[in-house]
């Protein structure tokens, strides 16, 4: 199993420009969701997912859209890029999201907006 | 709202030395709670958990226990490698449905040969 992989790996974009960061898994599990990694802040929610079709927002929605048309793929997409979104971005799975489950992360994708 | 506080980093300490994470939290119901660890470089990846109080989670010689009563999840090791050093996150888990973890800010530990 590869687990949880991500693409790419670092980016860098311009202000205003759009982009998809991607996110695929190959476990089988239900439950995908984002998180952005911050200096000083720990990781906050972006988006979740508890099954193909159905996405929720988390605690740091704005500026980002997802959607999830298979189990395995969860794609987070920025709309317009602003600085403010030069993050670490990760994404993670889990069997079914109950909260007491594990959740499994990939590498990251290190965004850099100018 | 639900949060997660740890002990400010960063931490420097020598090889085989006692190590202590400081965790508490905040939360309205029975949370789950979890040690997650970022290797340079890599992903977080699961340490150790605990999904009620009282609970022990271990890993690695990591230890970690679930006090209800302080709303504290500690981090310990007895004697630190310098293959520990990594950055390690404190975590809840506090909902029904589905998880939505809250993260700590995360302690980045440092361990001398």
């Known amino acids: 199993n590869a687990g949880v992989t991500q693409t790419p790996k670092f980016q860098v974009l311009k202000t205003g420009q759009s982009m998809t960061l991607q996110c695929a898994q190959d476990?089988?599990?239900?439950?995908m969701s984002w998180y952005r990694q911050d200096p000083g802040m720990g990781l906050r929610l972006i988006h979740y997912?508890?099954?193909?079709?159905?996405?929720d927002q988390g605690e740091v929605p704005n500026g980002y859209n997802v959607s999830r048309s298979t189990t395995e793929d969860f794609p987070l997409r920025l709309l317009s890029a602003a600085p403010s979104q030069t993050s670490v971005y990760f994404c993670a799975s889990s069997y079914s999201g109950g909260r007491r489950e594990t959740q499994y992360f990939g590498p990251g994708t290190r965004l850099l907006v100018l | 709202g639900d949060s997660v506080t740890q002990m400010e980093g960063p931490v420097t300490l020598s090889e085989e030395a006692f190590l202590t994470i400081n965790c508490t939290y905040t939360?309205?119901?029975?949370?789950?709670l979890f040690w997650y660890v970022q290797y340079p470089g890599e992903g977080l990846q699961l340490l150790l958990k605990a999904t009620k109080a009282d609970d022990k989670g271990s890993n690695k010689g990591f230890e970690a226990t679930y006090r209800k009563e302080t709303t504290s999840f500690h981090l310990e090791k007895g004697s630190v490698q310098v293959s520990d050093s990594a950055v390690y996150f404190c975590a809840l888990s506090d909902r029904q449905g589905a998880q939505k973890l809250v993260f700590g800010q995360g302690t980045r530990l440092t361990i001398n040969p």
């Open positions: 476990m089988n599990h239900e439950y």
């Open positions: 997912s508890v099954g193909a079709g159905i996405t």
């Open positions: 939360a309205t119901g029975y949370p789950s």
